[in-house]
């Protein structure tokens, strides 16, 4: 909006008398029948648009969010034009009204994500409004100038952001230098960013002034406002702290005291907390990589791990956003000590008996102070944060630290108290443990979940005992069907005659193990005291009503069972149960999945373009049983290709293929007869699929688009986890959008290159795959979806170490697995793979000591999947000519 309201009066007026129907144009009538003081006028237009936008709104629009998103994002402004107009106009004069009135818009501009352009347009909407009722302060407009610039930062439009902080400056807002200093931060002018903070700071810019307004304020409402005041000068002081830690341009000790100055102006800021517990961690990885004998008392005494303990603690009792990088990095460090406290001190490390003895001392110590801070902390966090890492919990439920293990069970029994419904899932997959001390253990967890319901005094709490026996029976009887001996060639059984199930134990109050039902929802806003009130789960959940009785036979090896449970809302809901199968692996990539998923959400330009990887529900039974959600629609690779050649007449000869391929590698000189007998036998087809099942152009453009996407986002998130066995059995394609699904991730960490044939390309890209991609091949949206998903990758590195190290440090999953044979760049040990998977994310080849950028990573990948060499050394079975 650029404040020209007789200019936009005279086009208004000849858009009236061409009868111009927009709403962008009725959005303005509004605002102009408001200037004019047109009070009745403005509320007939807009109650005008929002009925026209609402009859839009038809049974086949509403089918998704997306599908429906400009008409909500055209309520949305609606609403927002009216909240501010009206209120600025008749009720806000004062200016606690007007502060928790802007709250509120930002928590519903909160709620948009990603989507820079929408926000943009609210937010000038939110200003044009506020300056017409001449009631809101200069500091109110400010603000909406101020967020303009941050999201015009964080979307790369420079100008825009420089042009909406100065506007947020002019209108004397103390915040604007902060902006000001991040810009120069972001164009790369560091040294001068820091010298704009280390000035406004040293002049004392951000001190607390009583609120610039006519209007009488309230003691409370001073008080806020000395809190936002303080609040900012924190956000310098953090500020600075972060980017002289980043620039290493000063001592360790003068970063952490910038830290803990940022925490004093504002004890209750969660990211203060986050960032000094950051450090702290950067302490002890730097530490931690020390030779033995030579690192530092701080590592050596636990002090370091209890430092990032507490700090990350304290963080998560004031807000939610860090809560996956926070929280199961305080799990592993915790767990990591007492473990270590309980070993012998390694003589490397000091042959002093004196010295040895006071550093196992000072480890206790800081154990007993890590206990000490965990129970305070865990009884005061909110539920729904300890259910985000109830499975890492409960794989290390057998730490044979008592206390540690009490710890562990007390925070099981928070988690599945306040969720039963889904938390049950985890802990009755102990119950049925292989394992003797784990099933004890988690029956153990079963009776402090019931003796903690006692004391609650919740509806559902009072009758947990009784859903735990349903759970038990309902698991026992889904572990029976898994093992159950099915005869060869059966393809279709009834439950009841064939495998004697028990029907009757459904109806159970569990809920249906699918993804979107066993996921909490954390809330938009992250501030402590919004999450204290918020469900993270809906309150009628779908719960299991029946199992139908015709099942189907799956065609592998371990016969996996399709199974169909009616749900509590009267739909269909179809399970995969296998058996013969640890699932787990596959549970902890779908957690690592998911995380990625939130950054992609996050980040403006994945946004933009929708990027995703597909997941889905895994729910083991126990160590060898688990139920998967089946996703419909689904078609694999291999089916796709070798269907479209069949309508050409060609059917592999794996004899002939076997015997080019071994002509193929015999010689270097030789390679050719890859290309020149073996692919041109098979010509890629994959495109005919798309053309087939998305016959209007529109769709098909938009189905072959979201392929292209997915497949590069999952080509780099697969490269950096070592993903390899990506057969054609393995890539599935959903039939409705064209995205890809990925499954079987038992191949991970490079664990390909020891194969008896090693697996030397990155990801699948074979003929067929970028065949489907369109003209441009690998070089058009391919290739900018894999420069932007590891980009992604690279700037999330720690919170995705941090998820990947507890992984890999869970006693009761092998992600490492017995190698076929040794191989020297594939790691062995957790260590090993850690530093593998950190070395690929800041773009180190091995034998390399110089990282390449993302563009130059990304290129060398795609040559190294499309070599014709590594492709025609592939097994047979890879189908490296499909």
């Given at each position: 909006?650029?404040?020209?309201?007789?200019?936009?009066h005279?086009y208004?007026e000849?858009?009236?008398?061409?009868?111009?129907?927009?709403?962008?144009?009725?959005?303005?009538?509004?605002?102009?029948a408001?200037?004019?003081?047109?009070?009745?006028?403005?509320?007939?237009?807009?109650?005008?648009?929002?009925?026209?936008?609402?009859?839009?709104?038809?049974t086949?629009?509403v089918?998704?969010?997306?599908?429906?998103?400009?008409?909500?994002?055209?309520?949305?402004?609606?609403?927002?034009?009216?909240?501010?107009?009206?209120?600025?106009?008749?009720?806000?004069?004062?200016?606690?009204?007007?502060?928790?009135?802007?709250?509120?818009?930002?928590?519903?501009?909160?709620v948009?994500?990603?989507?820079?352009?929408?926000?943009?347009?609210?937010?000038?909407?939110?200003?044009?409004?506020?300056?017409?009722?001449?009631?809101?302060?200069?500091?109110?407009?400010?603000?909406?100038?101020?967020?303009?610039?941050?999201?015009?930062r964080?979307g790369?439009?420079?100008?825009?952001?420089?042009?909406?902080?100065?506007?947020?400056?002019h209108?004397?807002?103390?915040?604007?230098?902060?902006?000001?200093?991040r810009?120069?931060w972001?164009?790369g002018?560091?040294?001068?960013a820091?010298?704009?903070?280390?000035?406004?700071i040293?002049a004392?810019?951000?001190?607390?002034t009583?609120?610039?307004s006519?209007?009488?304020?309230?003691?409370?409402?001073?008080?806020t406002?000395?809190?936002?005041?303080?609040l900012?000068?924190?956000?310098?002081?953090?500020?600075?702290?972060?980017?002289?830690?980043r620039?290493g341009?000063?001592?360790?000790d003068?970063?952490v005291?910038?830290?803990?100055?940022a925490?004093?102006l504002q004890?209750?800021?969660?990211k203060?907390?986050?960032?000094?517990?950051?450090?702290y961690?950067?302490?002890?990885?730097s530490?931690?990589s020390?030779p033995l004998?030579?690192?530092?008392?701080?590592?050596?005494?636990g002090?370091?791990s209890?430092?990032?303990?507490?700090?990350?603690?304290?963080?998560?009792?004031?807000?939610n956003?860090?809560?996956?990088?926070?929280?199961?990095?305080?799990?592993?460090?915790?767990l990591?000590?007492?473990s270590?406290v309980e070993?012998?001190?390694?003589?490397?490390?000091?042959?002093n008996e004196?010295?040895?003895?006071?550093?196992?001392?000072?480890?206790?110590?800081?154990?007993?102070?890590?206990?000490?801070?965990l129970?305070?902390?865990?009884?005061?966090m909110p539920?729904?944060?300890?259910?985000?890492?109830?499975?890492?919990?409960?794989?290390?439920?057998?730490h044979p630290n008592?206390t540690?293990?009490?710890l562990?069970?007390?925070?099981?029994?928070?988690?599945v108290?306040?969720?039963?419904?889904?938390?049950?899932?985890?802990?009755?997959?102990?119950v049925k443990s292989?394992?003797?001390?784990?099933?004890?253990?988690?029956?153990?967890c079963?009776?402090?979940?019931?003796?903690?319901?006692?004391?609650?005094?919740?509806?559902?709490?009072?009758?947990?005992?009784?859903?735990?026996?349903?759970?038990?029976?309902?698991?026992?009887?889904?572990l029976?069907?898994c093992?159950?001996k099915?005869?060869?060639?059966v393809?279709?059984?009834?439950?009841?005659?064939?495998?004697?199930?028990n029907?009757?134990?459904?109806?159970?109050?569990l809920?249906?193990?699918f993804?979107?039902m066993?996921?909490?929802t954390?809330?938009?806003?992250?501030?402590?005291?919004?999450?204290?009130?918020?469900?993270?789960?809906p309150?009628d959940?779908t719960?299991?009503?029946?199992?139908?009785?015709?099942?189907?036979?799956?065609?592998?090896?371990?016969?996996?069972?399709?199974i169909s449970?009616?749900?509590?809302?009267?739909?269909i809901?179809?399970?995969?149960?296998k058996?013969?199968?640890?699932?787990?692996?596959d549970?902890?990539?779908?957690?690592?999945?998911n995380?990625?998923?939130?950054?992609?959400?996050?980040d403006?330009?994945?946004?933009?373009?929708?990027l995703?990887?597909?997941?889905?529900?895994?729910?083991?039974?126990?160590?060898?049983?688990?139920?998967?959600?089946?996703?419909?629609?689904?078609?694999?690779?291999?089916?796709?290709?070798?269907?479209?050649?069949?309508?050409?007449?060609?059917?592999?000869?794996?004899?002939?293929?076997?015997?080019?391929l071994?002509?193929?590698?015999?010689?270097?000189?030789?390679?050719?007869i890859?290309?020149?007998?073996?692919?041109?036998?098979?010509?890629p087809?994959?495109?005919?699929w798309?053309?087939?099942?998305?016959?209007?152009?529109?769709?098909?453009?938009?189905?072959?688009?979201?392929?292209?996407?997915s497949?590069?986002?999952?080509?780099m998130?697969?490269y950096?986890?070592g993903?390899g066995?990506r057969h054609?059995?393995?890539?599935?394609?959903?039939?409705?959008?064209?995205?890809?699904?990925?499954?079987?991730?038992?191949?991970?960490?490079d664990k390909?290159?020891?194969f008896?044939?090693?697996e030397?390309?990155?990801?699948?890209l074979?003929?067929?795959?970028?065949?489907?991609f369109?003209?441009y091949?690998?070089?058009?949206?391919f290739?900018?979806?894999?420069?932007?998903?590891?980009?992604?990758?690279?700037?999330?590195?720690d919170?995705l170490?941090?998820i990947?190290?507890?992984?890999?440090?869970?006693?009761?999953t092998?992600?490492?697995?017995?190698?076929?044979?040794?191989?020297?760049?594939?790691?062995?040990?957790?260590?090993?793979?850690?530093?593998?998977?950190?070395?690929?994310?800041?773009?180190?080849?091995?034998?390399?000591?110089?990282?390449?950028s993302?563009?130059?990573?990304?290129d060398?990948?795609?040559?190294?999947a499309?070599?014709?060499?590594n492709?025609?050394?592939?097994?047979?079975?890879?189908?490296?000519?499909?």
């Amino acid at each position: 909006m650029t404040g020209k309201w007789e200019k936009m009066h005279n086009y208004l007026e000849l858009c009236a008398q061409k009868n111009t129907a927009d709403f962008n144009i009725g959005v303005g009538l509004a605002l102009d029948a408001f200037r004019r003081g047109q009070r009745q006028q403005f509320r007939d237009i807009i109650d005008g648009l929002r009925l026209s936008v609402s009859k839009s709104l038809t049974t086949n629009s509403v089918t998704s969010l997306q599908s429906c998103h400009d008409s909500i994002l055209k309520l949305h402004a609606l609403t927002e034009i009216e909240s501010v107009a009206l209120a600025g106009a008749d009720a806000c004069k004062n200016p606690e009204e007007r502060s928790s009135l802007r709250e509120s818009l930002d928590r519903r501009l909160d709620v948009l994500g990603g989507y820079i352009s929408d926000k943009q347009y609210l937010l000038g909407l939110r200003r044009a409004a506020m300056e017409l009722t001449g009631n809101f302060a200069d500091s109110d407009i400010a603000a909406a100038w101020l967020m303009s610039a941050r999201l015009a930062r964080r979307g790369n439009f420079g100008n825009q952001a420089y042009q909406s902080m100065l506007n947020a400056a002019h209108l004397k807002d103390r915040s604007a230098t902060i902006e000001h200093a991040r810009l120069l931060w972001k164009d790369g002018y560091h040294r001068k960013a820091i010298q704009i903070l280390e000035g406004a700071i040293a002049a004392n810019e951000f001190a607390s002034t009583a609120p610039s307004s006519g209007n009488p304020a309230s003691p409370t409402f001073i008080s806020t406002h000395e809190k936002q005041q303080n609040l900012l000068a924190a956000r310098a002081h953090l500020l600075l702290a972060k980017w002289t830690d980043r620039a290493g341009q000063t001592q360790s000790d003068i970063i952490v005291q910038r830290y803990r100055e940022a925490i004093k102006l504002q004890a209750r800021w969660e990211k203060a907390h986050y960032y000094l517990g950051k450090h702290y961690n950067k302490i002890l990885d730097s530490e931690k990589s020390k030779p033995l004998g030579k690192e530092a008392q701080i590592y050596l005494s636990g002090e370091a791990s209890k430092l990032v303990i507490d700090n990350y603690l304290r963080s998560l009792a004031h807000g939610n956003k860090y809560v996956f990088q926070s929280l199961p990095k305080v799990l592993t460090l915790w767990l990591e000590h007492a473990s270590a406290v309980e070993q012998p001190f390694d003589p490397k490390r000091g042959d002093n008996e004196e010295f040895q003895a006071h550093t196992l001392n000072q480890r206790k110590k800081s154990l007993d102070d890590m206990h000490s801070q965990l129970r305070k902390y865990v009884s005061r966090m909110p539920a729904a944060l300890l259910f985000t890492i109830l499975p890492q919990v409960v794989a290390r439920i057998c730490h044979p630290n008592p206390t540690v293990y009490n710890l562990l069970t007390k925070i099981v029994a928070k988690a599945v108290n306040a969720f039963p419904q889904q938390g049950l899932w985890t802990v009755l997959a102990v119950v049925k443990s292989s394992s003797k001390d784990r099933a004890s253990r988690g029956f153990t967890c079963l009776q402090k979940i019931t003796d903690m319901s006692k004391k609650l005094k919740t509806e559902i709490a009072h009758d947990i005992r009784g859903m735990i026996n349903q759970g038990q029976k309902f698991s026992d009887e889904l572990l029976r069907l898994c093992v159950a001996k099915i005869e060869n060639k059966v393809s279709r059984i009834h439950l009841a005659r064939n495998l004697n199930f028990n029907h009757k134990v459904a109806p159970c109050r569990l809920v249906v193990p699918f993804q979107a039902m066993l996921t909490p929802t954390l809330p938009a806003s992250h501030d402590s005291e919004y999450l204290k009130g918020f469900r993270a789960f809906p309150r009628d959940t779908t719960t299991i009503e029946a199992i139908l009785d015709d099942a189907q036979i799956l065609n592998s090896l371990q016969k996996p069972r399709k199974i169909s449970i009616r749900g509590s809302d009267g739909k269909i809901y179809n399970i995969l149960c296998k058996p013969k199968d640890d699932l787990r692996k596959d549970q902890r990539l779908m957690e690592f999945n998911n995380m990625i998923n939130r950054f992609l959400k996050k980040d403006v330009e994945s946004s933009k373009r929708r990027l995703y990887i597909k997941t889905y529900a895994v729910t083991p039974l126990n160590e060898e049983c688990g139920l998967i959600e089946w996703v419909d629609n689904l078609r694999t690779l291999r089916e796709l290709v070798t269907k479209s050649l069949k309508e050409r007449g060609i059917s592999p000869n794996y004899e002939e293929i076997r015997k080019y391929l071994t002509d193929a590698c015999s010689d270097p000189s030789k390679v050719s007869i890859f290309t020149d007998n073996l692919l041109v036998m098979f010509p890629p087809v994959l495109h005919e699929w798309f053309v087939e099942m998305f016959p209007e152009t529109g769709a098909w453009f938009a189905a072959r688009l979201r392929y292209t996407r997915s497949c590069a986002v999952m080509s780099m998130v697969g490269y950096v986890l070592g993903l390899g066995d990506r057969h054609g059995e393995n890539i599935l394609f959903e039939e409705g959008t064209g995205g890809i699904l990925h499954v079987d991730f038992n191949c991970l960490f490079d664990k390909g290159l020891t194969f008896e044939k090693p697996e030397l390309v990155p990801f699948r890209l074979t003929q067929n795959m970028v065949d489907a991609f369109g003209a441009y091949g690998y070089n058009g949206p391919f290739r900018k979806t894999c420069e932007l998903s590891l980009d992604l990758l690279r700037q999330n590195e720690d919170a995705l170490m941090t998820i990947l190290e507890t992984f890999l440090h869970d006693p009761t999953t092998d992600f490492i697995g017995k190698k076929r044979r040794v191989h020297a760049s594939v790691p062995d040990t957790p260590a090993g793979v850690l530093e593998n998977t950190r070395n690929k994310l800041r773009g180190l080849l091995p034998g390399e000591s110089v990282p390449l950028s993302v563009d130059g990573h990304v290129d060398e990948l795609i040559i190294q999947a499309t070599d014709i060499r590594n492709l025609a050394a592939m097994y047979i079975g890879w189908c490296a000519f499909f």
